[in-house]
T-cell receptor, first 111, second 114 residues
Framework: DAGVTQSPTHLIKTRGQHVTLRCSPI?????VSWYQQVLGQGPQFIFQ???????GRGNFPDRFSARQFPNYSSELNVNALLLGDSALYLC??????????FGPGTRLTVL | GENVEQHPSTLSVQEGDSAVIKCTYS??????FPWYKQELGKGPQLIID?????GEKKDQRIAVTLNKTAKHFSLHITETQPEDSAVYFC?????????????FGTGTRLTIIP
């Protein structure tokens, strides 16, 4: 079975731009979560969606938004990019919520 | 909110020896504790997890122990092999179907010396 897939793999943007990251969960999984991992640190929770509803939000500014589609795939949007937004963005999917399986991530570089 | 502390930050172990990584958590309501292995350039891989109604769980060379009273849980890897070299993260969450936020530790870089 295919695991969690994310696109793109790498992305380079400049300050002030907008970015959209995409995630496809494991087949049958209805919950998708997004995490930000800065180099040398553990992942930090951004959002969790279950059945297309936002179920949790981490301590991130309103520049960060997300949504989940009817096929359970998800998008993470970040507006007005800052240098500090450079990180690995991870998507995780789960069927029962707590067992979360991560994708390979999208490496975002903001110049 | 939950706070997870992880020690040590780096660990070097001779091949064949055992490795132990320790974590503490702050929120007594946390009831799910997974461990992830992250290799360079990859996403975290779930290797083992434990729930608060269990004190110990083992899967081949990997075991996890949980002490709810002390709010402490540990990862034990026996008979270490070079492919065990990676960064390991512990995490904690409150299992609440559809609303589970994982709080991660800061990671342990494990190096297996051949």
């Amino acid at each position: 079975d295919a695991g969690v897939t994310q696109s793109p793999t790498h992305l380079i943007k400049t300050r002030g731009q907008h970015v959209t990251l995409r995630c496809s969960p494991i087949s049958g999984h209805k919950s998708v979560s997004w995490y930000q991992q800065v180099l040398g640190q553990g992942p930090q929770f951004i959002f969790q969606y279950y059945e297309k509803e936002e179920r949790g939000r981490g301590n991130f500014p309103d520049r960060f938004s997300a949504r989940q589609f009817p096929n359970y795939s998800s998008e993470l949007n970040v507006n007005a990019l800052l240098l500090g937004d450079s990180a690995l963005y991870l998507c995780a999917s789960s069927s029962r919520g707590d067992e979360q399986f991560f994708g390979p991530g999208t490496r975002l570089t903001v110049l | 909110g939950e706070n997870v502390e992880q020690h040590p930050s780096t660990l070097s172990v001779q091949e064949g020896d055992s490795a132990v990584i320790k974590c503490t958590y702050s929120d007594s309501a946390s009831n799910y504790f997974p461990w992830y292995k992250q290799e360079l350039g990859k996403g975290p891989q779930l290797i083992i997890d434990i729930r608060s109604n269990v004190g110990e769980k083992k899967d081949q060379r990997i075991a996890v122990t949980l002490n709810k009273t002390a709010k402490h849980f540990s990862l034990h890897i026996t008979e270490t092999q070079p492919e065990d070299s990676a960064v390991y993260f512990c995490a904690a969450s409150i299992s609440n179907f559809g609303n589970e936020k994982l709080t991660f530790g800061t990671g342990t870089r494990l190096t297996i010396i051949p």
